[in-house]
């Protein structure tokens, strides 16, 4: 899809990540990072920040570290990465024994570790461990309201009715497992879910709510919550992103053409706030002032535009690709390629009122090299 000059950038950008992934993997071979503390990775796996059961090795970003080991071993047949990612893999098993810390992102966590796993070695306890996880977020279903349940009890809060738009990414997980044994009840719960999504947190101008509140006893939307975002009503980028991307997930599965159309319905609206220079707010609806800025959101939603151009008709695929491209070479000018930092994208917002803001995340690494490599159609798609 690309020309001669976006070729001889992109085969730049990926030896630029060749480069940087062929030491880092060795350096924090044996930890899940999520971000760095003074240019070092930390581990999830040792370390519990706040003390509570869904931090530590239950934290809901612990795949992407075996996620990105897994692309690598695709991409280049290194048998080192394989190995690193199956470190990650067997350091989660502590999560089902632990059990009370799990939540929604089990998705995230085993769909890029175990459903990896089993897709590129048949490794027949990887496909147990994904199946697991798979049969707990069924569970989580509430079937009054058509939704996945998102978090566990809040203290001061009541979220038995939460559902959040993250959780598109989640899903594949259930079409996976539907694909893997034949069960057609994990496709239903995804697919109820997706239907539920459009309805409920996409809105008629394309822009989507982060988390709508539904009444867990008798269905129906409560209100919605502006989460991670400025506040409800606005535009939380990341979550335009998880959705821009979670349903081409869902149409790439189904075929259902609803999700296709929500898809881009959801990028057109995210294209029309790239701004010039390509570099994506918080949120975008967010005050001028401070400048908040998630590296990450690009990089997600860059792979949600490339799978968009690899569906669409000839003569709409340079929308999505040229925007795509506009995100990632903002990505690459904005990154750390050298040694003096563990992560590669550097800018990272967690949510608009978190105390830290422009900090590297692990699944913006992730997404990343995810988007380059379906580029360079080297990818392994994990979803």
């Known amino acids: 899809m690309l020309n001669v000059e976006d070729q001889s950038w992109l085969e730049r950008l990926i030896a630029k990540f060749d480069h940087k992934l062929a030491w880092v993997s060795e350096k924090s071979r044996d930890k899940i990072p999520y971000t760095t503390i003074g240019g070092t990775h930390d581990d999830r796996s040792v370390h519990n920040p706040s003390g509570t059961v869904t931090d530590g090795i239950n934290w809901w970003t612990n795949g992407f570290w075996g996620g990105m080991m897994w692309l690598m071993y695709h991409a280049t047949g290194q048998e080192k990465y394989k190995d690193i990612a199956s470190v990650s893999e067997e350091k989660l098993d502590k999560c089902f024994d632990d059990f009370y810390g799990l939540h929604h992102d089990v998705g995230?966590?085993?769909q890029l570790t175990s459903v990896a796993n089993y897709k590129l070695t048949n490794n027949s306890?990887?496909?147990?461990?994904?199946?697991?996880?798979?049969?707990?977020?069924?569970?989580?279903?509430?079937?009054v309201g058509g939704f996945l349940r998102a978090w566990n009890d809040i203290e001061g809060e009541d979220t038995r009715g939460w559902a959040i738009i993250d959780c598109m990414l989640n899903i594949p997980l259930l079409y996976w497992a539907a694909e893997e044994t034949g069960d057609p009840r994990?496709?239903?719960?995804?697919?109820?879910?997706?239907?539920?999504?459009?309805?409920?947190?996409?809105r008629s101008d394309g822009s989507v709510n982060h988390i709508v509140e539904f009444d867990p006893f008798k269905g129906g939307i409560i209100r919605t919550h502006g989460g991670q975002g400025y506040q409800a009503?606005?535009?939380?980028t990341r979550g335009q992103s998880w959705a821009l991307y979670g349903f081409m997930m869902s149409y790439h599965h189904t075929g259902n053409i609803e999700y296709l159309n929500a898809a881009k319905r959801i990028a057109h609206y995210f294209i029309s706030n790239i701004p010039e220079n390509g570099v994506i707010s918080v949120d975008f609806r967010q005050p001028s002032e401070p400048r908040l800025e998630d590296d990450t959101a690009a990089a997600?939603?860059?792979?949600?535009?490339?799978?968009?151009?690899?569906?669409?008709?000839?003569?709409?695929?340079?929308?999505?690709?040229?925007?795509?491209?506009?995100l990632l070479k903002a990505l690459e000018s904005r990154s750390d390629w050298t040694n003096?930092?563990?992560?590669?994208?550097?800018?990272?917002?967690?949510?608009?009122?978190?105390?830290?803001?422009?900090?590297?995340?692990?699944?913006?690494d992730f997404?990343?090299?995810?988007?380059?490599?379906?580029?360079?159609?080297?990818?392994?798609?994990?979803?």
């Open 340 to 364: 003096q930092s563990d992560a590669i994208i550097q800018n990272g917002s967690a949510a608009y009122h978190a105390n830290v803001h422009h900090q590297p995340m692990i699944y913006g």
């Open 186 to 202: 994990f496709r239903h719960i995804a697919n109820m879910h997706a239907d539920t999504a459009i309805t409920a947190f996409v």
């Open 233 to 236: 009503g606005s535009s939380w």
């Open 367 to 383: 997404f990343f090299l995810e988007a380059a490599l379906k580029l360079k159609g080297k990818d392994l798609y994990l979803w």
């Open 108 to 110: 995230f966590m085993w």
């Open 300 to 326: 997600i939603a860059a792979c949600g535009l490339i799978e968009m151009a690899k569906t669409v008709e000839m003569h709409d695929k340079h929308i999505y690709l040229r925007a795509a491209l506009k």
């Open 125 to 143: 306890d990887s496909r147990k461990r994904a199946l697991h996880a798979a049969t707990l977020l069924a569970g989580r279903f509430n079937p």
